[in-house]
Structures are given as C-alpha cells and as structure tokens.
C-alpha cells in the first residue's frame, strides 16, 4: 500500500508543481506596478495613469466638468478604453470626486489609498487583512491587487459600477447601477440585479436610499439552485450561465469580429442595458464616419417609455413630463407652461411655471376667466387617476369643464369616447406614444397669469383676484390683495379666547391657538409679534403682504394680520403636528425616510426663499423649532421674513449663545459680519446633522458640562469612519449606511466657516435627493462654539 502511494504522491505533486508555477507567472506578469507608486490627480496639467501593457486600458483620474458649488475641477478615479479618440470610463469610484492635487498610493504598508487634496484618506480598497505586493492594469480592463502568493486580493471586475467587459462576470447579487446623468458618474436611477433566484432583473431605484421599485425587465431564468452567473465571453456574446452550463443568451446580436471592434454592455443612465462596439484603431472604419465612434448593437429593453410605467416612481423621465421613444433612446419632453427641471439633463422632469393650484381664496385655478387647458394627443400619465367620469354626456369639452370646476386637478385624460380621467399633482410616468389611446388636457393659467413669486407689476391683476374672491366669498372689506386679511384685534382676541391657549414661545413672540372666524370648522394660529422695530404701521403692512405674497408648499400660509395700534400680530394657518423639535427629540424618533423626507422639503423651501422669489428673503433663525409639519408631515418652514422686522431682536437673540452651545447661528453673527443667505445654509446644516441623529446640538453642549459640541463629534465620527455611531439605534439608517453618510456630509460642507466654502440651497438640494455628486468635505475648522 506504502509503495503505491509514493508514485500516486510523485504523480499529484508533478500537477500540482506546474499549476502553482502557471499562477506564479500569471500574478509575475500582472504585476507592474509597485509599492510607493503614486497617481497625482491634474499632476503637470494632465490626468496620469497606469497603463495596461498592450495599452488597451488606463488607471487613473479622469477630469470631471467643473463643479459649480466649488467652481473647481474635480476629478474621477476610473478605468477607461485608453486607444479610442475619447477615452471610455468603464469603471469608477464614483462616490469619491475629488480635487486637483488628490493622489492615489500603493503606500509601503500595502494598502492602495486615495487621498485628497488635503491629504486625508478618502477611500481605502478592502483587502481584508491581505497585503498588496504589487498592482497590475491588464489588457481585459481588470484593475488588480496582487499579494505575496501572486493571487489577486482585489479586482475591479467585482466591483463593476455601470459596465461589463469581455473576460467579465456578474456573479450572484452582482449589480450595475446607472449613471445619475451623461456626466455625473454618481449611482443613477436605475440598477442591474444578477439576482440570487438566478433571474437577471433591471428595476428604478428611488434615490437617495436606492430602495427599489417594480421591475421593467426581467430574463425569466428564475432557478434558486441553479447557481446562475451572468457571462460576457471573449467573443462578445453575453448570456446567463448556470452550473450545468445552461445558457440563456442576453446577447441576440452580432457584436462583431473582436479583432476589429472593442466591445462593451451598459446600463445606461436612462435606464436601458445596452450592447457597443466599437472600431479598434488598427481597423478601418466605415469611410462615412468621420471619426469612429461607439455603436449601440443592442437595447433591453427597446422602449424604455412603455417599460418604466408603475405606480411607484417618476416613470422614464421624472415628474410631470412625457416621454416619446426616439431611436431607442426615450427623449423627455415638458407640456405647455413646464420647464424641464434641469435643462443639462431631461431625464429629471418638468417644473411647472406657475404657481401649483392650493385651491386657497386667491388661488388662481378659481377663476374659470384665468385657466386654459393645452391639449397633447395620444399622452397619458396612466397612474395618477383620483376621479373617473363616465357616461354619454361626456365629451372633451365636458372633462375641460370637471378638471376647471375642481381646484385639486391638475390634468384630465379623455378617452375620445365617454370617459375623463382626473390626474393630480406631480404628474408622473408620462408617455406619448401612437399606442396610447388619450387626449391630454393640461390645467394652467391663461397667458401665464400667475407666476412662483407674484411681484409688485402684477398688482392689476391681484386686484382682479381679490374683487373675484370678495364677490365669490363674502370677504368682509378688511381683506386686502392677494387674500391677505386684515383683521381687527377684536376678532382675533374672540378667535383665540382672549388668548387662553398658547402654542409655543419663540424668537419672535407667542403663538396661540384659534378658531378662524370666517370658517369655524378650521383652526388658525395666532403670532402676537413682541416688537417691531423702526416700522410704522404702512411699513409694517408693506412688509406683510410681502410675505404674504410668497407661496411654496414647504412654507406656512400666511393668511392675514392685525395692525391697530402697538397690537402686530400674524395669522397663519395651524399646524396639527407641531414643530420638527417636538418630533425629532421626542423618545420616538421618527422613521430615517421619513426624516430624509422632511430634510428635502426644508432644503425646498429655503431655496425658494433664497432663489425663486424676486426678492430674496434670508430666514436669518433657520431651527427645529421654526419647522412646523402638517397633518401628513409635510414640513414647512415658519416665520420667513420677520428678520427684517425684528432684526435687532435677532442679533441680541444670536449673541446671547455662549461657549458649548453651538446653536444654529453662524460664526458671521458673532463676528458682526456682513449677513448673507449662506447663514441659512449654516444654520440648516446644523439641523441636518440633528436629524441625522435625533440629537439637538443645543441640548448637547449643556449635557455633563460638555465643551465639544454636537457637530465637532460628528465630524470627528465621519473623520474616523465612525458614522454608525450616531444611527446605533436606528435599523432603518444602519440598513442606508450610504444615504447616511452623504447626508452627513452634504451638513459638513453647510457648517463651513468660510460662507464661500458653503454651498448654496439649492446644491444642496440636489446633494441631497441625489441629482448632484457630494465630493469629501473639509473640516468645518473653528465652529460657533469656539469662536464667540
């Protein structure tokens, strides 16, 4: 037994000698990049890179388009097809921009690290324990680390970001996301799931927490036990493989000869997978190109309008847009009276360019002389039916006239026969197509009547408004432009109960509790200003219609005011679920999407105030305590524009704070320098951070004497990558990890000292609903807290 042993041990070690050398070449050969090797983004006016040894493919930083909250380039770390006219990012770190002077290390340690311009680590590759001998780019797009037993520890071929490449495989859970936009290289809308019941699905994904919605495309190769992977073969043909090699081709058409083209799929960031090719330089292309460029072979699915339609999500082309397939790709369009949201990028819907029906007193959709429908023939939104009209009687004219007679209906949908569809704000999922059996009648005022902002040349037609609603309402004659009531103090002194109830105490006075005395059946709430400073009372009523005049759904309604004597008080409209403090720092802390939902809408209604008015108006007490939230906690932002009234109560109120309660008051205040929006955006930032972690920053500087404030300790925690400290109690927030960070650090960049280093509301809000990359922020340096 002993002697037949011994030539079976000879035997397995003569295969098993030849494999371990056969590795050990391979890792050898792979291996041309060493520790201390260092990539400078921007280095002597150029990207380097490491290029792979037949030159196919680079590594290294790609210049971005220049990034308009910091008016400085920023720069990819990728991979791309380097011997093509324009250089092709198959692969990226697309959460991580940074800045020119940012470098990525193969350190003497063994680790590959990017850090930037600073010199903070930014990104580390995960090697677990393993130590990097050497790196290699390869000739297949592979991006590899190597270790001392030349095995490779990390790959960016499992890491993929939007592309697969020939030689590369989507094992089981694998993804690719899509890209935000053309240029925007951050996680998009749309996902790739090799998933594990062996299907290959392509599902929307609702940013920023990437939860996904309904799939619009799937293989049908659902096999739990098959063990499935998807397949990108060296002949350019893409297929689900099994592990008794079952294959379901993805691939339907040729990609051509792989001497002659590259190839690569995609999913891009419309939404569609699709197959390129492209001529190599060695080949001669079709003499009528002029320069050669990549060629879609393939789309899944081929109509991208008709296959993103659920009842979740925006559709293909976001909110209140429709989209038309235009050869194989879907091209977004906005009715009548819309503009696309962002005109760089379609994809992200249509604004309308009025003021949204509230079906308030002087809302413009009451008055039938002040409302015209456009009409778009074979469109639909299919899924934001409320109402359906039905019977003989019903003609297009007549679904004009149920969509006119009820302020809530945005469009109307007639069917050519007897039936009319209502549809509600925000339209989504909107389609054009010959297949589609529907006239489309859109509500909006006639001759742009109204507008975001009313300014003071609208006035005449203000005037109109309020003679329409006086005679349509009964207004007593103490109403005044715009719906905005005068009220006697004895009417607002019988509303409240001769103000018994008392609601809250701020900055700028006592809210109370009352019963509006034109409709008994809504409750109002009564601000009783405790000074106005240097206002007469035609100054102090100027100022208040001004306010008044400004109407966003993330702002509380002003509906009138009183004026007699030393009495200024303001009505606005009640909030049944009190302000964001009492939420947020109750026991029960809300739901982490709900509290990013109601981060959205703050950040909407202060880049309303500060961008979309005519006037700009800077908050100037931007906290938890000023955020009211309505019956379906939708916040709203209170007491815009009495900084102007009381000014000189904000200052004393600013420098009351002291050292180890940071507050939300920028170090401007302290410093008496001049007020700009941007200490909104730092007051904001500091209440970013608490709804991060349901902490108020006020609180937490006068706990245990402590001298650190709230934002110092979560910038020491996202410094030292700790950030799931402060969600340790929150599933849901541990679960987006992600989401969590970048809204930490969309708060970093808003409590920058320096107000230039602050971004404005509204990147912020793009940073923050994911339509805008988030690059590494500085430290905040000083804060308030040490700087009073």
């Given at each position: 037994?002993?002697?037949?042993?011994?030539?079976?041990?000879?035997?397995?070690?003569?295969?098993?000698?030849?494999?371990?050398?056969?590795?050990?070449?391979?890792?050898?050969?792979?291996?041309?990049?060493?520790?201390?090797?260092?990539?400078?983004?921007?280095?002597?006016?150029?990207?380097?890179?490491?290029?792979?040894?037949?030159?196919?493919?680079?590594?290294?930083?790609?210049?971005?388009?220049?990034?308009?909250?910091?008016?400085?380039?920023?720069?990819?770390l990728a991979i791309w097809y380097n011997q093509i006219p324009k250089p092709t990012i198959v692969w990226s770190l697309n959460d991580h921009p940074v800045q020119e002077g940012s470098r990525i290390q193969i350190t003497d340690e063994g680790q590959l690290i990017l850090y930037n311009s600073q010199g903070q680590q930014v990104w580390v590759a995960e090697t677990g324990n393993e130590r990097i001998a050497c790196a290699?780019?390869?000739?297949?797009?592979?991006?590899?680390?190597?270790?001392?037993?030349?095995?490779?520890?990390?790959?960016?071929?499992?890491?993929?970001?939007?592309?697969?490449?020939?030689?590369?495989?989507?094992?089981?859970?694998?993804?690719?996301?899509?890209?935000?936009?053309?240029?925007?290289?951050?996680?998009?809308?749309?996902?790739?799931?090799?998933?594990?019941?062996?299907?290959?699905?392509?599902?929307?994904?609702?940013?920023?927490?990437?939860?996904?919605?309904?799939?619009?495309?799937?293989?049908?190769?659902?096999?739990?036990?098959?063990?499935?992977?998807?397949?990108?073969?060296?002949?350019?043909?893409?297929?689900?493989?099994?592990?008794?090699?079952?294959?379901?081709?993805?691939?339907?058409?040729?990609?051509?000869?792989?001497?002659?083209?590259?190839?690569?799929?995609?999913?891009?960031?419309?939404?569609?997978?699709?197959?390129?090719?492209?001529?190599?330089?060695?080949?001669?292309?079709?003499?009528?190109?002029?320069?050669?460029?990549?060629?879609?072979?393939?789309?899944?699915?081929?109509?991208?309008?008709?296959?993103?339609?659920?009842?979740?999500?925006?559709?293909?082309?976001?909110?209140?847009?429709?989209?038309?397939?235009?050869?194989?790709?879907?091209?977004?369009?906005?009715?009548?009276?819309?503009?696309?949201?962002?005109?760089?990028?379609?994809?992200?819907?249509?604004?309308?360019?009025?003021?949204?029906?509230?079906?308030?007193?002087?809302?413009?959709?009451?008055?039938?002389?002040?409302?015209?429908?456009?009409?778009?023939?074979?469109?639909?939104?299919?899924?934001?039916?409320?109402?359906?009209?039905?019977?003989?009687?019903?003609?297009?004219?007549?679904?004009?006239?149920?969509?006119?007679?009820?302020?809530?209906?945005?469009?109307?949908?007639?069917?050519?026969?007897?039936?009319?569809?209502?549809?509600?704000?925000?339209?989504?999922?909107?389609?054009?197509?010959?297949?589609?059996?529907?006239?489309?009648?859109?509500?909006?005022?006639?001759?742009?009547?109204?507008?975001?902002?009313?300014?003071?040349?609208?006035?005449?037609?203000?005037?109109?408004?309020?003679?329409?609603?006086?005679?349509?309402?009964?207004?007593?004659?103490?109403?005044?432009?715009?719906?905005?009531?005068?009220?006697?103090?004895?009417?607002?002194?019988?509303?409240?109960?001769?103000?018994?109830?008392?609601?809250?105490?701020?900055?700028?006075?006592?809210?109370?509790?009352?019963?509006?005395?034109?409709?008994?059946?809504?409750?109002?709430?009564?601000?009783?200003?405790?000074?106005?400073?240097?206002?007469?009372?035609?100054?102090?009523?100027?100022?208040?219609?001004?306010?008044?005049?400004?109407?966003?759904?993330?702002?509380?309604?002003?509906?009138?005011?009183?004026?007699?004597?030393?009495?200024?008080?303001?009505?606005?409209?009640?909030?049944?679920?009190?302000?964001?403090?009492?939420?947020?720092?109750?026991?029960?802390?809300?739901?982490?999407?709900?509290?990013?939902?109601?981060?959205?809408g703050i950040a909407r209604g202060l880049t309303y105030l500060h961008e979309e008015c005519s006037t700009q108006i800077i908050h100037c007490d931007v906290k938890p305590q000023n955020i009211l939230l309505d019956e379906y906690l939708v916040p709203k932002i209170s007491d815009f524009g009495l900084a102007k009234l009381l000014l000189s109560e904000q200052s004393r109120v600013a420098r009351s704070h002291i050292r180890?309660?940071?507050?939300?008051?920028?170090?401007?205040?302290?410093?008496?320098?001049?007020?700009?929006?941007?200490?909104?955006?730092?007051?904001?930032?500091?209440?970013?951070?608490?709804?991060?972690?349901?902490?108020?920053?006020?609180?937490?500087?006068?706990?245990?004497?402590?001298?650190?404030?709230?934002?110092?300790?979560?910038?020491?925690?996202?410094?030292?990558?700790?950030?799931?400290?402060?969600?340790?109690?929150?599933?849901?927030?541990?679960?987006?990890?992600?989401?969590?960070?970048?809204?930490?650090?969309?708060?970093?960049?808003?409590?920058?000292?320096?107000?230039?280093?602050?971004?404005?509301?509204?990147?912020?809000?793009?940073?923050?609903?994911?339509?805008?990359?988030?690059?590494?922020?500085?430290?905040?340096?000083?804060?308030?807290?040490?700087?009073?």
């Amino acid at each position: 037994m002993a002697f037949r042993a011994k030539p079976f041990r000879l035997c397995l070690l003569s295969l098993v000698f030849p494999l371990l050398s056969a590795i050990l070449a391979v890792g050898q050969s792979n291996c041309g990049i060493n520790l201390g090797s260092v990539l400078t983004a921007g280095a002597g006016g150029t990207s380097r890179a490491w290029i792979s040894p037949a030159g196919e493919f680079a590594f290294g930083f790609q210049p971005l388009v220049r990034s308009p909250s910091t008016n400085q380039d920023l720069f990819l770390l990728a991979i791309w097809y380097n011997q093509i006219p324009k250089p092709t990012i198959v692969w990226s770190l697309n959460d991580h921009p940074v800045q020119e002077g940012s470098r990525i290390q193969i350190t003497d340690e063994g680790q590959l690290i990017l850090y930037n311009s600073q010199g903070q680590q930014v990104w580390v590759a995960e090697t677990g324990n393993e130590r990097i001998a050497c790196a290699g780019m390869l000739d297949s797009g592979n991006f590899v680390l190597i270790n001392g037993a030349s095995i490779y520890i990390w790959e960016s071929f499992r890491l993929p970001t939007d592309t697969i490449l020939p030689g590369q495989r989507l094992s089981k859970d694998g993804r690719l996301f899509s890209r935000r936009s053309d240029t925007d290289y951050a996680d998009g809308k749309f996902q790739l799931r090799m998933q594990l019941d062996g299907n290959l699905v392509l599902y929307p994904v609702f940013l920023p927490t990437q939860a996904v919605a309904k799939a619009y495309w799937a293989s049908g190769t659902n096999r739990p036990d098959a063990d499935s992977e998807l397949v990108f073969d060296e002949a350019g043909l893409i297929y689900i493989e099994d592990r008794n090699r079952n294959i379901f081709n993805v691939t339907e058409r040729d990609l051509g000869s792989r001497q002659e083209f590259y190839y690569m799929a995609r999913i891009d960031y419309d939404g569609a997978l699709r197959h390129y090719n492209h001529p190599r330089g060695n080949y001669t292309a079709d003499a009528r190109r002029h320069s050669p460029a990549w060629s879609v072979v393939q789309t899944t699915p081929e109509d991208m309008c008709s296959a993103v339609l659920g009842e979740l999500g925006s559709g293909a082309c976001g909110y209140n847009s429709y989209c038309v397939s235009s050869n194989g790709r879907p091209n977004c369009l906005c009715p009548e009276g819309y503009s696309h949201a962002d005109p760089l990028d379609t994809s992200q819907g249509c604004m309308p360019n009025f003021q949204l029906p509230s079906c308030q007193q002087n809302g413009w959709e009451l008055n039938a002389d002040f409302v015209e429908f456009t009409e778009l023939n074979n469109t639909n939104w299919p899924f934001n039916d409320y109402e359906l009209q039905t019977g003989p009687q019903v003609d297009k004219e007549m679904c004009k006239e149920f969509c006119l007679r009820d302020c809530f209906c945005a469009a109307a949908i007639y069917n050519g026969k007897d039936q009319c569809w209502k549809k509600r704000f925000p339209l989504s999922n909107g389609i054009q197509s010959a297949s589609v059996n529907g006239i489309a009648l859109i509500k909006v005022p006639r001759n742009n009547e109204t507008t975001l902002c009313p300014e003071s040349k609208d006035r005449y037609i203000g005037a109109i408004f309020f003679f329409y609603h006086k005679k349509m309402l009964n207004l007593q004659p103490t109403s005044t432009l715009y719906g905005i009531r005068r009220y006697t103090y004895k009417e607002l002194e019988e509303a409240t109960g001769s103000f018994k109830q008392q609601l809250g105490r701020g900055s700028f006075g006592t809210v109370y509790k009352g019963v509006n005395p034109y409709n008994p059946m809504r409750y109002i709430a009564i601000k009783r200003l405790d000074m106005a400073v240097n206002e007469g009372e035609n100054e102090f009523t100027t100022e208040v219609n001004a306010i008044g005049q400004t109407h966003h759904k993330n702002l509380v309604n002003l509906l009138g005011y009183c004026d007699e004597g030393n009495n200024r008080l303001l009505v606005y409209e009640y909030m049944s679920n009190g302000s964001l403090a009492s939420l947020l720092f109750s026991i029960s802390r809300p739901r982490w999407n709900q509290r990013l939902q109601i981060a959205f809408g703050i950040a909407r209604g202060l880049t309303y105030l500060h961008e979309e008015c005519s006037t700009q108006i800077i908050h100037c007490d931007v906290k938890p305590q000023n955020i009211l939230l309505d019956e379906y906690l939708v916040p709203k932002i209170s007491d815009f524009g009495l900084a102007k009234l009381l000014l000189s109560e904000q200052s004393r109120v600013a420098r009351s704070h002291i050292r180890g309660t940071v507050g939300y008051f920028a170090p401007e205040w302290f410093r008496k320098a001049s007020i700009t929006a941007k200490v909104d955006v730092y007051s904001f930032g500091v209440m970013l951070l608490e709804i991060v972690c349901c902490m108020s920053s006020v609180k937490f500087g006068m706990e245990d004497d402590e001298e650190e404030g709230l934002v110092d300790w979560i910038y020491e925690c996202y410094s030292e990558e700790k950030l799931e400290v402060l969600v340790e109690d929150d599933e849901e927030a541990r679960n987006d990890m992600k989401g969590v960070t970048r809204v930490v650090m969309v708060g970093i960049w808003c409590i920058q000292e320096d107000p230039s280093l602050r971004p404005s509301m509204r990147r912020v809000t793009q940073m923050l609903e994911g339509v805008a990359q988030v690059s590494h922020p500085p430290s905040p340096s000083l804060f308030a807290s040490s700087s009073s």
